[in-house]
């Protein structure tokens, strides 16, 4: 699928790039991920690309028209990636692809179960083996060495083939990977033993049971982890399944939904639906597209969009949303926006998209993880040159410790005293193999998307729509929140509380002439003037000739008079004087309440006062932010006297109130606290937050604002709550704790595995990591990242 970016858009420009999305297979670990981003940004068109080894997506971006997603495709699947580009068009089909990336590559349950199965298996045959030694007691049959080796061969090449294949195939493409690591450790004490076997006046000792066991806990290790990925993509599967599939069509519209005639209802696929058509939703329906009601009132459960429980009452004139579902009646609704428009599919596309964002804390791993095979290798190539050449001489009495050790693992041959003169071989063999396989690139490939798929789809199902993991990082470093007051801090629905005169007429003509004026805008103060006209039922004259200044007020010609209406500097541009209206403006303000000056001509004529409530949850999300460490700032257009009114009421500080701040100049506010080395958030909802919402180093959105804050900010909250404010930045910290957790773990792991692997420990405390430990111990790293990242899906914000 290809998506414009917006991310070059502006009012006058056009989109100069596109994204591409590709369903990539044929991943294993980090490794392989540099691999596929490197094959993807080497191609001619490319500017960026971004890999997710959890979900296995490619995002690539490009200048549009330059790159076909096909040839893409093709490359990575030349290079061994089998992919396929993401399709466009229809809703479903895109459900589909996102729901099953790669399906052709991807293991469905019955194979993981087989592979679980015979994982088991392979472990309780090879298991005998070395339990029997300990106990003297073995099966006939299971002491026989040629039933072992027979094993070890059905072994490499049944379920361990597509390793050793891909391992080959990474190692030819210049791009080994983990199963290359696997692989070269498998065959090579498969070779020995096999040596060992057909040649016993070597001395060598047999150990087919080890490939064996490597293999079985290999493949338990990626079983368990392909479940515990399953579950992390549980929830964002979840919201795929929502995205309705069939919708009823009203043929011949009629007056009332009760005249409906059923044969003149017909069901099409939800994809087909078309702007303006006519859809009937029964109750236990999803509703296919967004619309709005035309006829009707039912309940609408909308907690899949906004994960409040309660539902919704909706009635004629009301809108609703794609993925709700219709509780109580049946309605007939017209569809406004279908496909890739409604909301459900943009969510969609919010959290898929954050998935493939990564954190810049993930780079330090991409680095690693570029060179972790290439160092491996030669780890192992070190670990076999100092034991056979320098360690065994230095430490002799180790020889015989190790070939008791090995002895023990396996009881297969005999030990003579030639199988001790070679043990330096053997010794050396072993710990080079336990050195490959012990190394766990996929740890640090899954430490960060696991977790970022996790937690994006963990906000999702709460209504908070997080866009990616540079985000997360962002978040987790803010010191500082900036509000804007109207319609974020307070409810964005003012009323007029005062309305006073200052030259002879009447109140009512006043508020005519304001009505007429704020007909030429959509602010909420004009809305609260044309509210407050038709409730006392007054005729609004025709007004002419409109012109606004964003933040400071409006003008327009009535009845062949200029009128203007804004506040102190608005009137003061136009020469006009306040007079003595500047106390009554004073003591309005000092009230709360934003102050209208009207002025009639060349004089001001009367003030109109106006007043937007705080939200309910206005101080408590205050002192929860103040809790968690952060400066609250209150930024505003108005006033200072009724900006520090809102502070007071809040329990800021003078020190954190920044009024009369134009819109203009809102993201050069932002800015100046950048540069006191402030990390900034930025909370509004407006189309005049956008430019600060853009300049902060997070930028929060209520969902009710409008598009242009949507798209601009970094998360943005579905069901309009101040609350979650506190919620979304909860969840960001704790979403990246455990990417460093997991990045903490995958480093360490490795940084501790591979020296134990090389028989650090063997001189000083006899210690010998066995190549089907090292494989278990692997095994165990990936899958305690995944478990780790599950964690989040019992976060539960702090009341």
Excluded at 354 to 368: F, I
Excluded at 443 to 451: D, E, K, V
Excluded at 532 to 561: M, R, Y
Excluded at 622 to 634: A, E, M, P, S
């Amino acid at each position: 699928m290809q998506i414009v970016s917006k991310t070059n858009l502006s009012p006058e420009s056009t989109p100069t790039t596109e994204k591409i999305t590709l369903d990539v297979g044929g991943m294993k670990c980090a490794g392989c991920v540099k691999a596929v981003e490197r094959q993807l940004t080497q191609h001619p068109g490319v500017k960026s690309a971004c890999v997710n080894l959890a979900t296995e997506v490619a995002v690539v971006e490009s200048e549009i028209g330059a790159v076909a997603p096909e040839a893409l495709s093709a490359q990575l699947t030349a290079a061994g990636f089998p992919t396929q580009p993401r399709k466009s068009g229809k809703v479903i089909e895109r459900t589909q692809a996102i729901a099953h990336p790669a399906q052709q590559v991807r293991s469905p349950s019955q194979s993981v179960t087989r592979q679980l199965i015979v994982a088991i298996l392979l472990l309780i045959l090879s298991g005998i083996g070395h339990f029997g030694s300990a106990t003297g007691y073995v099966l006939p049959v299971l002491h026989n060495i040629w039933f072992h080796c027979g094993l070890a061969t059905v072994a490499l090449l049944i379920p361990g083939r597509p390793i050793l294949i891909d391992g080959w195939r990474g190692w030819l493409r210049n791009a080994p990977n983990m199963n290359t690591l696997v692989g070269l450790g498998t065959l090579t004490a498969y070779t020995a033993s096999l040596v060992a076997l057909l040649f016993p006046q070597m001395g060598w000792e047999c150990f087919f049971d080890e490939p064996v066991m490597m293999l079985g806990f290999i493949l338990v290790g990626r079983t368990l982890e392909q479940q515990a990925r399953n579950r992390a993509t549980a929830a964002f599967k979840q919201l795929l399944a929502l995205q309705p599939t069939v919708a009823r069509l009203i043929a011949k519209p009629p007056g009332r939904v009760g005249e409906v005639n059923s044969s003149s209802v017909v069901e099409i696929p939800a994809e087909l639906v078309r702007v303006g058509e006519w859809l009937q939703v029964l109750p236990g329906d999803k509703i296919p597209v967004d619309g709005e009601v035309v006829d009707g009132r039912t309940t609408v459960d909308e907690s899949m969009l906004t994960g409040e429980a309660m539902p919704v009452i909706k009635q004629t004139g009301d809108t609703v949303a794609a993925g709700t579902l219709n509780q109580s009646g049946v309605i007939a609704i017209v569809a406004t926006r279908i496909g890739s428009e409604t909301t459900l599919a943009q969510i969609l596309a919010l959290v898929e998209a954050a998935q493939t964002r990564k954190a810049p804390v993930q780079r330090l791993a991409d680095t690693v993880a570029g060179y972790f095979t290439y160092g491996v290798f030669a780890s192992a190539v070190l670990t076999f040159g100092f034991w056979y050449f320098i360690g065994t001489h230095i430490f002799p009495n180790l020889i015989t410790h190790s070939s008791s050790f090995m002895s023990h693992g396996s009881s297969m041959m005999a030990m003579h005293e030639s199988t001790i003169n070679n043990q330096p071989l053997l010794l050396s063999l072993k710990l080079a193999i336990a050195v490959m396989v012990v190394a766990c690139p996929c740890a640090l490939g899954l430490a960060t998307p696991t977790a970022i798929l996790v937690g994006t789809a963990k906000s999702a199902e709460q209504g908070l729509l997080i866009k990616g993991g540079d985000v997360l990082e962002r978040v987790h470093k803010l010191n500082t929140i900036v509000f804007d007051k109207t319609g974020t801090l307070t409810t964005g629905n003012p009323v007029v509380t005062d309305c006073l005169l200052l030259e002879v007429g009447e109140q009512s003509a006043l508020l005519q002439l304001a009505a007429a004026v704020e007909s030429g805008t959509s602010h909420p103060l004009a809305k609260a003037i044309q509210t407050e006209a038709e409730k006392q039922q007054l005729s609004i004259p025709v007004a002419v000739d409109f012109h606004t200044e964003p933040g400071f007020g409006v003008s327009a010609v009535v009845n062949d008079t200029l009128v203007l209406l804004g506040n102190w500097d608005w009137l003061r541009w136009h020469g006009i004087t306040t007079g003595d209206a500047l106390p009554q403006a004073q003591k309005l303000a000092a009230e709360g309440k934003t102050v209208v000056y009207v002025a009639i001509g060349e004089k001001l004529a009367g003030l109109i006062a106006v007043q937007d409530p705080l939200r309910s949850d206005a101080v408590s999300v205050v002192n929860k932010l103040h809790q968690i460490g952060l400066r609250v700032i209150l930024l505003s257009g108005d006033s200072i006297e009724a900006a520090s009114f809102v502070a007071e009421k809040l329990g800021l500080d003078s020190t954190d109130v920044m009024a009369s701040v134009p819109p203009a100049k809102k993201a050069a506010v932002i800015q100046s606290l950048q540069q006191l080395k402030s990390i900034v958030a930025m909370v509004g909802d407006g189309i005049n937050d956008a430019p600060a919402l853009s300049q902060a180093d997070v930028g929060i959105a209520l969902h009710s604002g409008t598009d242009v804050a949507i798209e601009t900010a970094d998360i943005v909250l579905m069901r309009d709550r101040l609350s979650d404010v506190v919620q979304s930045i909860e969840l960001s910290r704790a979403t990246f704790n455990k990417i460093q957790q997991n990045l903490f773990w995958a480093f360490a792991y490795n940084a501790m595995g591979i020296p134990l692997a090389a028989g650090v420990l063997l001189p000083s405390f006899g210690f010998l990591l066995s190549p089907s430990g090292a494989a278990a111990l692997m095994a165990f790293s990936s899958v305690s990242v995944v478990t780790n990242s599950l964690l989040l899906r019992r976060f539960t914000p702090r009341p």
